[in-house]
């Protein structure tokens, strides 16, 4: 089956500044594709491009078979976007938003409020609720914004850090709609901050500075970028530069409280660790092995990247 997105060097300027650089990938029908990467580097800009707000400077993107450069109004059409602002409007209701987005796509009535109350019904949200949208608590105006977004049943959504800003719970809750809407084959290209909520996604694309740097699944990622072993050291004073002085440490990075060790695979293990440490100074150092995480590729990469 071919891919619901392909994009190929798409390149956006703004003015002397380049927001995105030489960035190409694929997304498969029905895939979970996450696209993280810090403030400012690019992914909003390339969500707009994809969704056809916003030409290109260069380069061609199909979205669910329409050229954003040169149809930007049926791939407008044929996408959904949940902003990084959730669009709502806030003095209607629940009901009423869903009603004026199914308007805008020029929905009948009859099958626009019956597709209403089901994606409501589908996110815990009720037909009735007679609160305006500004005044609805923010997991509930979140799932709103999605189901806004899904009101003509797209086969690609774009999720703009939907989970900004809500609460853990909300956040899960959230996270299990998204699983329940690609089982039933809707395409998500989602951008988060949460690294641990792109473990859930089938594959990861990981901007830095305008350019994708690293795509694969979470598993693909960890293999390539942090190989090896991974230790967490816990304690005060460690000593990050006799650590890191060590035959077999690849690198330490700050990580919470503690650091975050990332050895070769003959490494001797974490008591040894844990000993260099106290030697060195550290008040009750304590180390264990760890399995490496998103975040643990996120700062490989950025610091492989600053380093280049
Ligand atoms: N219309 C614009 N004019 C000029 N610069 C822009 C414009 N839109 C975005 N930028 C710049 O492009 C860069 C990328 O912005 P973008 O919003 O795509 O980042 P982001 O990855 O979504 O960041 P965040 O995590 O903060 O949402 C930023 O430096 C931003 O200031
Ligand atoms: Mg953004």
Redesign the pocket.
């Known amino acids: 089956m071919s891919p619901i997105l392909e994009a190929r060097a798409l390149y956006?300027r703004?003015?002397d500044?380049t927001?995105?650089r030489d960035v190409s990938f694929e997304v498969a029908r029905g895939e979970i594709f996450g696209y993280l990467?810090?403030?400012?580097?690019?992914?909003?800009?390339?969500?707009?491009i994809l969704c056809g707000l916003l030409t290109p400077s260069e380069g061609r993107a199909i979205v669910a078979g329409h050229d954003v450069a040169t149809d930007p109004e049926s791939v407008r059409l044929s996408v959904g976007y949940m902003s990084?602002k959730f669009s709502l409007y806030p003095d209607l209701t629940a009901a009423e938003n869903l009603d004026f987005f199914g308007g805008a796509y020029r929905i009948p009535r009859k099958p626009r409020l019956a597709r209403a109350r089901e994606l409501l019904a589908e996110v815990g949200l009720r037909a009735d609720d007679r609160r305006p949208a500004g005044a609805l608590p923010g997991g509930m105006r979140q799932r709103l914004a999605l189901v806004t977004a899904l009101i003509h049943a797209p086969p690609i959504v774009f999720l703009?850090?939907p989970t900004a800003g809500v609460d853990p719970e909300a956040r899960r809750n959230f996270w299990r709609i998204i699983r329940t809407l690609a089982g039933e084959g809707t395409t998500v290209f989602v951008?988060t901050?949460y690294m641990d909520e792109a473990e859930y996604c089938a594959r990861v694309g990981l901007?830095v500075d305008?350019s994708l740097v690293a795509l694969d699944t979470p598993s693909g990622l960890k293999r390539e970028f942090v190989p090896g072993r991974t230790f967490a050291l816990r304690g005060r004073r460690l000593p990050e530069a006799a650590l890191a002085a060590l035959p077999y440490v690849r690198a330490v990075e700050p990580f919470g409280a503690g650091l975050h060790v990332r050895c070769a695979d003959d490494a001797p293990g974490a008591e040894a660790l844990a000993r260099v440490a106290r030697e060195a100074g550290a008040d009750q150092p304590s180390a264990e092995e760890i399995a490496p995480t998103l975040e643990d590729v996120f700062l490989a990469v950025a610091g492989r990247k600053a380093a280049a």
């Open positions: 956006k703004f003015g500044f927001a995105v990467g810090a403030n400012g580097a690019g992914k909003s800009t390339t969500i707009r990084q703009d850090e951008t901050h901007m305008g």
